[in-house]
């Protein structure tokens, strides 16, 4: 028995010329018409006079295939029924005809689904790897008892009611899947719950100063914590020498740090919003003054300490929280800086303002290597500033930073603003000759400081403000 096979690429060809992919579904397609009384809301209204048989005839990439040819060895073991998850935006405004995309694996048989693929100027992550094709329910109904295959989608789905999902796998008899309907957001965000308020971070915006391993490593985790949108800033290109301790891989080298985070971060929550600088905070500062931040939050860990400080000033013109965060020599010390807008707390650019004008005009070439002088590599007998020691400093900033965005909710318990001070150092290891290591007994240490000209006064998370 021969087959017709009709090809996704032919479907969408023949759905420019006319139009419409349910057009085209309606001319290739087999399609069984239903009683007026029972007719679906979504059966098209209008009529094709088209000859199938001249279509198929003239169509390149459409040709007949015996029965049984093309199987996939990748597939799931027969009688294994395929697992298809479904955003439950698709399901709650179902559509007459149009392509969905998603990710899946042949070998596990697990689909899910999260847009419309068919929408103009929608533009999807691109690790999307599948695609199912929606279609009238009469369609549905003649293509599954039908001869026809479809080749380039992995499922043909309809609403048959209006509203109920069928879904079947393109393949021999069109077997039935499991099909669930999940919100992407609240499942990816399911296992944060009870440790950080999901809602309020959805509603929130991170402004990242800075996109190398520290900036780059907070962004993710930032947006795996459920942060709703992401300004990052960086004028830097990813180069080889970042690859061994940054969050981006190879795939990405030659690109603009925020652009190829961008595209990484997409992939953890594909309905975050980023906005991308790929230039310095100073080229910046006047688009970055227009945008709307009052539910935001700055995370600085530029390559200059002035940098940091002019993120800083952009934290108060905006009047939200500031955090910094910044390695000494190789890594083994760190120092997380926060400040609060209306608290009277002296700015990073003023406690750091001596500092900062002793520093010299250009960036010195050896901070690629997290040594202070380029002579200091030759004494060292191992790796500096590892990612992991570079991680571990990281992950102290974005946790400041998530208590700092969640303090709003009366419900919030914060995990560490109750017990540090403004200025941190912390430890990775004592082996270094770093000066501030004579403030731990050991590695892995945290010491918290008050900052000397702030006003003493009660956290309003604490019945009294911690003194040392």
Same mark, same amino acid.
């Given at each position: ?13 023949? %759905? ?27 059966? !098209? ?18 040709? %007949?295939?015996?029965?049984? =040819? ?7 073991? %027969? ?9 439950? /935006? ?15 694996? #042949? ?12 929408? !103009? ?19 549905? #109904? ?11 989608? /992995? ?28 919100? !992407? ?123 940091? %400080? ?34 009277? #707390? ?12 002793? =520093?010299?005009? /250009? ?14 590599? /030759? ?33 919030? *318990? ?28 050991? !590695?892995? *240490? ?23």
């Amino acid at each position: 028995m021969k087959k017709t096979t009709i090809t996704r690429t032919q479907l969408n060809k023949l %759905a420019q010329e006319l139009g419409s992919l349910q057009a085209a579904i309606r001319c290739l397609l087999p399609w069984e018409e239903e009683p007026a009384s029972q007719a679906s809301p979504l059966q !098209p209204s209008v009529s094709f006079n088209f000859n199938m048989e001249e279509l198929l005839a003239a169509a390149p990439h459409i040709d %007949a295939e015996e029965e049984g =040819a093309g199987t996939d060895p990748g597939l799931p073991p %027969a009688g294994t029924p395929d697992t298809v998850g479904i955003a439950a /935006e698709l399901v709650q405004a179902p559509f007459p005809a149009g392509e969905i995309a998603g990710v899946g694996c #042949q070998e596990t048989g697990y689909f899910y689904y999260f847009s419309r693929a068919d929408v !103009p100027g929608t533009v999807l992550p691109s690790i999307y790897n599948t695609a199912a094709l929606v279609v009238p329910s009469g369609c549905y #109904q003649a293509l599954i008892h039908s001869d026809v295959c479809l080749e380039g989608y /992995e499922f043909v789905a309809s609403f048959l009611d209006g509203q109920n999902l069928a879904l079947s796998r393109c393949a021999e008899g069109y077997p039935t899947a499991n099909t669930i309907v999940f919100e !992407p957001e609240e499942t990816i965000f399911s296992r944060n719950r009870g440790i950080c308020d999901v809602k309020t971070l959805k509603n929130k915006t991170a402004v990242l100063v800075g996109c190398g391993s520290v900036g780059g490593t907070a962004a993710c985790y930032l947006a795996r914590a459920g942060v709703g949108e992401l300004v990052l800033v960086d004028s830097d290109v990813l180069k080889p020498h970042n690859i061994a301790r940054h969050e981006l891989d190879m795939t990405y080298l030659g690109k603009f740090k925020v652009h190829a985070l961008a595209d990484k971060i997409k992939v953890i929550n594909p309905k975050i919003k980023i906005r991308t600088f790929p230039c310095t905070l100073a080229e910046a500062a006047d688009q970055l003054d227009q945008l709307d931040l009052k539910d935001g939050l700055v995370f600085a860990s530029a390559d200059s300490r002035a940098a940091n %400080a002019q993120a800083n000033e952009l934290a108060a013109r905006h009047n939200i929280p500031y955090v910094a965060v910044g390695a000494f020599s190789r890594a083994a010390i760190a120092e997380v800086f926060y400040w609060q807008p209306g608290k009277n #707390q002296r700015t990073y650019g003023d406690v750091f303002g001596k500092l900062i004008a002793e =520093a010299p005009a /250009e960036r010195d070439p050896s901070h690629d290597y997290y040594v202070g002088q380029k002579e200091e590599m /030759e004494l060292v007998q191992y790796e500096p500033a590892i990612f992991t020691d570079i991680t571990m400093l990281t992950l102290i900033g974005v946790r400041v930073a998530l208590d700092l965005l969640q303090l709003e909710n009366p419900d919030y *318990q914060p995990r560490l603003l109750n017990d540090i001070k403004r200025y941190n150092l912390w430890c990775n290891t004592t082996v270094t000759h770093e000066p501030s290591r004579s403030l731990f007994t050991g !590695p892995l *240490q945290l010491r918290t400081f008050g900052v000397e000209g702030d006003p003493v006064q009660a956290d309003p998370k604490k019945d009294d403000a911690k003194e040392e």
